[in-house]
């Protein structure tokens, strides 16, 4: 058994590099969060531009909220002080742009300042919404004039996430959509100024009012405009993820339910013109496609691709083709139509799989199995063989004519003792149960020789300690779940990984996941307890950042929270709270301490 690695990646759809996608926050990616109040969010464009919680000033954290649209989670902004900084923000300085951002509202008000880029008057790039949804995009440009078009009202809702999309360059100027349809346009010819300050989510610094009451679930911007075959895909990726028809050029269909909702890593190529096309694209997932010169890709033609989020594993798997002994039971369906949702044929590609961190691989046992006929079976297709290591981990079958329009493909192989295409590693999360415990859980979909887990700790994220071992069930086609504790933990941050060991003796490690903890001298006295009123929270210095106390279910739901500014004595009354055991939870600055407290009525 070995995990499925984390892979790196072209930018989000297969659309751009580090070079010129400056960043990416997905809140699916990165999220560093104690008890889901959000401390970091990692930039995953390869840039660094992570966006903190800043310390310079009293400021609330987002929280990570799970499963908030189609299966994905969101980072939700209280809209009194929650916000987040990218501090390091040179490539983000910028005189042309390409922004998207998914989000919702959770109360329309003037004004949700959901990015900024600068202080108010003085914006190299901005992006608010008023009461009535209106969207505002002011910039300020070199010559110190400015100018702020907005769009009519009823654009960003309360309820429903859409795609917004802001592009500028001094040649076409000014444009924004939504889910793909233009909201706003103008002719603006003139240079933004750089203003060298931080880039601000959810707030506008220099003016008090505008924290955003509402939830952002990803961040993507180019330092260009992007050419219409670039967001054709990037919308398409984008609204099959989370859930969103487009206004025009929605020619991803595989991502809805009665088409077996393939929503997942969705990327493309296609042309509109012979100077407007993308020729080869990978995205966040394994599978990369391209054309390397092949003809038959002409205009308003694309290839798209999504998978169904299955597990990256072959046993229980018995759709097989003679001769295929085990296949993935992730499966990728495919659109190849023009921008009118037509059958086309885009001609001969590259099909590569990257198949790092998937245990050993012999490149002739690999066959790409395709459903042609597009019956939903496998087992009357004839397999393909001749798959060539490329460089790496990378595995390609070359020049292909084998996709068709929504037809589905997969990755089988003919010798699983050789080549096991084994199982992915579903989750691994780290959580602070209190300021010196970490309670680590995971999951696996299925397992064959695996022998044992090593969790492994780190203050520094090189330099690992060993910890607790933990006996894997050893073979399974079923999810298996594992949980342990780090006890006697130190505050602060801390980074944590699986090294996952075979019967042989082979091993792999999963992804980095990070907790923080508070240090003992943080640490509030809470009394009375057992309470029947009141409860006062005493800290023995007065603290930086406002409090947060929430008050937790023997579940884990909060059912009382109460926020207060620094003060060394906090009163806190759950007025209403049933009698029984609860946790209380005492945030501030995103680092927090959890308090068994029993409320007696």
């Given at each position: 058994?070995?995990?499925?690695?984390?892979?790196a990646?072209?930018g989000?759809?297969?659309?751009?590099?580090?070079?010129?996608?400056?960043l990416w926050?997905d809140a699916?990616y990165?999220?560093?969060?104690?008890l889901?109040?959000?401390?970091?969010?990692?930039?995953?464009?390869g840039n660094?531009?992570?966006a903190?919680l800043p310390?310079l000033?009293?400021?609330?954290?987002p929280?990570l909220v799970?499963?908030?649209?189609?299966?994905y989670?969101s980072?939700d902004?209280d809209?009194?002080?929650?916000q987040l900084?990218v501090?390091?923000?040179?490539?983000?300085?910028l005189t042309?742009?390409h922004?998207?951002?998914?989000?919702?509202a959770?109360?329309q008000?003037?004004?949700n300042?959901?990015?900024v880029k600068?202080?108010?008057?003085?914006?190299?790039?901005?992006?608010?919404s008023?009461s009535?949804?209106?969207?505002h995009?002011p910039?300020?440009?070199?010559?110190n004039?400015?100018t702020?078009p907005?769009?009519?009202g009823?654009q960003?809702v309360?309820g429903t996430?859409d795609?917004?999309?802001?592009s500028y360059?001094?040649?076409n100027?000014?444009d924004?959509?939504?889910?793909?349809?233009?909201?706003i346009?103008?002719?603006e010819?003139?240079?933004?100024k750089?203003n060298n300050?931080p880039?601000?989510?959810?707030?506008?610094?220099?003016t008090?009012g505008?924290?955003?009451?509402?939830?952002?679930?990803?961040?993507?911007a180019?330092?260009?405009?992007?050419?219409?075959t670039?967001?054709?895909?990037?919308?398409?990726?984008?609204a099959?993820k989370?859930d969103?028809?487009?206004?025009?050029?929605d020619?991803?269909?595989h991502?809805?339910?009665?088409?077996?909702?393939h929503d997942?890593d969705?990327?493309g190529?296609?042309r509109v013109?012979s100077?407007n096309?993308?020729?080869?694209?990978?995205g966040?997932g394994?599978?990369q496609?391209?054309?390397?010169g092949?003809?038959g890709l002409?205009?308003?033609e694309?290839?798209?691709?999504?998978?169904d989020n299955?597990?990256?594993?072959?046993?229980g798997?018995?759709d097989?083709?003679?001769?295929?002994l085990g296949?993935w039971?992730?499966?990728w369906k495919?659109n190849?139509v023009?921008?009118?949702?037509?059958?086309?044929?885009?001609g001969?590609?590259?099909i590569?799989?990257d198949?790092?961190?998937?245990?050993p691989?012999?490149?002739?046992d690999l066959r790409?199995l395709v459903?042609?006929?597009?019956?939903?079976v496998?087992?009357?297709e004839t397999?393909i063989?001749g798959?060539?290591?490329?460089?790496?981990?990378l595995y390609?079958f070359?020049?292909?004519?084998a996709?068709?329009n929504n037809?589905?493909f997969?990755?089988?192989?003919?010798?699983?003792?050789?080549?096991p295409?084994p199982?992915?590693?579903?989750s691994?999360?780290?959580?602070?149960?209190?300021?010196?415990t970490v309670?680590?859980d995971?999951?696996?979909?299925?397992e064959?020789?695996n022998?044992?887990?090593t969790v492994?700790?780190s203050?520094?994220a090189d330099?690992?300690s060993?910890g607790?071992?933990?006996?894997?069930?050893?073979?399974?086609?079923?999810l298996v779940?594992?949980?342990?504790?780090?006890r006697?933990?130190?505050?602060?941050?801390?980074y944590?990984?699986?090294?996952q060991?075979?019967v042989?003796?082979?091993?792999?490690t999963?992804?980095?996941?990070?907790?923080e903890?508070a240090?003992e001298v943080?640490?509030?006295?809470?009394?009375p307890n057992?309470?029947?009123g009141?409860v006062?929270v005493?800290?023995?210095?007065?603290?930086s950042?406002?409090?947060?106390l929430?008050?937790?279910?023997q579940v884990g739901?909060?059912v009382a929270?109460?926020?207060?500014?620094?003060s060394?004595l906090?009163v806190?009354d759950?007025v209403g709270?049933?009698s029984?055991?609860?946790?209380?939870?005492?945030?501030?600055a995103?680092?927090?301490?959890?308090?068994?407290?029993?409320?007696?009525?």
């Amino acid at each position: 058994m070995a995990f499925a690695p984390a892979m790196a990646q072209t930018g989000p759809g297969g659309v751009g590099t580090s070079a010129n996608n400056v960043l990416w926050l997905d809140a699916n990616y990165g999220v560093t969060h104690l008890l889901g109040a959000v401390t970091i969010w990692g930039d995953r464009s390869g840039n660094g531009n992570h966006a903190y919680l800043p310390s310079l000033i009293p400021l609330g954290t987002p929280n990570l909220v799970n499963n908030s649209v189609n299966g994905y989670p969101s980072l939700d902004f209280d809209g009194i002080d929650d916000q987040l900084w990218v501090t390091d923000h040179a490539s983000i300085d910028l005189t042309a742009w390409h922004f998207f951002v998914v989000l919702t509202a959770d109360v329309q008000k003037n004004y949700n300042a959901w990015l900024v880029k600068g202080d108010d008057s003085d914006e190299n790039f901005e992006m608010l919404s008023y009461s009535d949804g209106n969207i505002h995009t002011p910039t300020k440009y070199s010559d110190n004039t400015r100018t702020f078009p907005s769009s009519a009202g009823g654009q960003v809702v309360t309820g429903t996430f859409d795609i917004f999309e802001f592009s500028y360059n001094t040649t076409n100027g000014r444009d924004v959509y939504k889910n793909a349809g233009g909201i706003i346009t103008d002719n603006e010819s003139k240079t933004p100024k750089l203003n060298n300050l931080p880039l601000y989510i959810g707030n506008e610094r220099s003016t008090a009012g505008r924290e955003i009451n509402g939830d952002i679930a990803e961040v993507i911007a180019f330092n260009a405009r992007l050419n219409s075959t670039q967001r054709i895909i990037l919308n398409n990726y984008l609204a099959a993820k989370y859930d969103r028809g487009l206004a025009t050029n929605d020619l991803f269909v595989h991502d809805n339910t009665a088409n077996g909702d393939h929503d997942h890593d969705v990327a493309g190529i296609g042309r509109v013109s012979s100077s407007n096309l993308q020729t080869d694209s990978r995205g966040s997932g394994i599978v990369q496609i391209g054309k390397a010169g092949y003809g038959g890709l002409d205009d308003d033609e694309f290839l798209l691709w999504g998978h169904d989020n299955r597990a990256l594993g072959t046993f229980g798997v018995t759709d097989l083709p003679t001769g295929v002994l085990g296949r993935w039971e992730r499966v990728w369906k495919v659109n190849e139509v023009n921008t009118s949702g037509g059958a086309v044929n885009v001609g001969n590609v590259d099909i590569t799989f990257d198949l790092a961190g998937l245990g050993p691989v012999t490149d002739s046992d690999l066959r790409l199995l395709v459903d042609a006929d597009l019956d939903g079976v496998f087992a009357d297709e004839t397999p393909i063989s001749g798959a060539t290591l490329v460089s790496g981990t990378l595995y390609r079958f070359s020049n292909t004519n084998a996709l068709v329009n929504n037809a589905a493909f997969t990755l089988g192989t003919i010798n699983p003792e050789n080549t096991p295409l084994p199982i992915e590693l579903v989750s691994f999360n780290a959580v602070a149960v209190d300021h010196t415990t970490v309670r680590l859980d995971w999951s696996t979909a299925s397992e064959s020789g695996n022998d044992h887990f090593t969790v492994e700790r780190s203050s520094v994220a090189d330099e690992w300690s060993t910890g607790a071992t933990v006996e894997a069930v050893g073979n399974s086609s079923t999810l298996v779940e594992y949980t342990t504790d780090d006890r006697g933990v130190p505050g602060g941050t801390h980074y944590y990984r699986l090294l996952q060991t075979d019967v042989d003796g082979t091993s792999t490690t999963s992804e980095v996941v990070a907790v923080e903890l508070a240090n003992e001298v943080d640490r509030p006295v809470i009394f009375p307890n057992p309470s029947s009123g009141p409860v006062t929270v005493q800290f023995s210095s007065l603290p930086s950042h406002p409090v947060q106390l929430t008050l937790l279910d023997q579940v884990g739901r909060s059912v009382a929270m109460h926020r207060e500014e620094p003060s060394n004595l906090i009163v806190f009354d759950p007025v209403g709270i049933a009698s029984g055991s609860y946790v209380l939870q005492v945030l501030s600055a995103g680092v927090g301490t959890m308090h068994p407290l029993e409320v007696l009525r």
